[in-house]
């Protein structure tokens, strides 16, 4: 398969828990995204990255939330004293600048709950 | 920042009747909007994008519209079929001129094609 990938898909946690989630974008892609979603609504934009540098991240994003792209390809989310509120499924994205430059292919996504 | 609302909420159609889902966008500044289709439990999948420099797209049953003044795109899908049942999100971002593409979804729209 050389879609985007995620793991784990599920993840259970206690709360005050940290948690990191990984994802493998599309291995020509180079810019990598981050989006929220809860039941019920569209994914909210979290963070993303070109190449290893992250250009831009949400106001979403507390100062429990951390994104990596140490070497350009994989990207890990971790989340530090989870939150009950932090539920939701993580979706990573990738796309590429050149050719079309536009479309972001999304992977499967983490789905995260908090106890 | 961009503002994207969604209607309807849920749509019931009867298979072979067209569906039209329409979403209004806040930022002038926006020039891509793209369409995910979502069945449940899965990834987000790009079924059709516009670009603000054209008004019309069409791909076998799917087009969308815009309208750059009134600041609102619209998804049609004719011929509707029990496949089609899915909830769909419109997306409006500033694509590569700035934002880096990353993408404010509308609430979702929960198209049901009843037999």
């Known amino acids: 398969d050389t879609g985007v990938s995620q793991d784990p898909r599920h993840k259970i946690t206690k709360r005050g828990q940290n948690v990191t989630f990984r994802c493998d974008p599309i291995?020509?892609?180079?810019?990598l995204y981050w989006y929220r979603q809860t039941l019920g609504q569209g994914p909210e934009f979290l963070t993303y990255f070109q190449n290893e540098a992250q250009l831009e991240k949400s106001r979403l994003l507390s100062d429990r939330f951390s994104a990596e792209r140490p070497k350009g390809s994989f990207s890990t989310l971790e989340i530090q004293r989870t939150e009950q509120g932090d539920s939701a499924m993580y979706l990573c994205?990738?796309?590429?600048?050149?050719?079309?430059?536009?479309?972001?292919?999304f992977g499967p996504g983490t789905r995260l709950t908090v106890l | 920042g961009e503002n994207v609302e969604q209607h309807p909420s849920t749509l019931s159609v009867q298979e072979g009747d067209s569906a039209v889902i329409k979403c209004t966008y806040s930022?002038?500044?926006?020039?891509?909007f793209p369409w995910y289709k979502q069945e449940l439990g899965k990834r987000p999948q790009l079924i059709i994008d516009?670009?603000?420099?054209?008004g019309e797209k069409k791909d076998q049953r799917i087009a969308v519209t815009l309208n750059k003044t009134a600041k609102h795109f619209s998804l049609h899908i004719t011929e509707t079929q029990p496949e089609d049942s899915a909830v769909y999100f419109c997306a409006a971002s500033k694509g590569l001129t700035g934002g880096g593409n990353k993408l404010t979804f509308g609430t979702g729209t929960q198209l049901k094609v009843e037999l």
């Open positions: 516009i670009r603000s420099n054209v």
């Open positions: 291995s020509e892609h180079n810019r």
């Open positions: 994205a990738s796309s590429s600048t050149s050719g079309r430059g536009y479309e972001q292919f």
């Open positions: 930022d002038s500044a926006s020039n891509y």
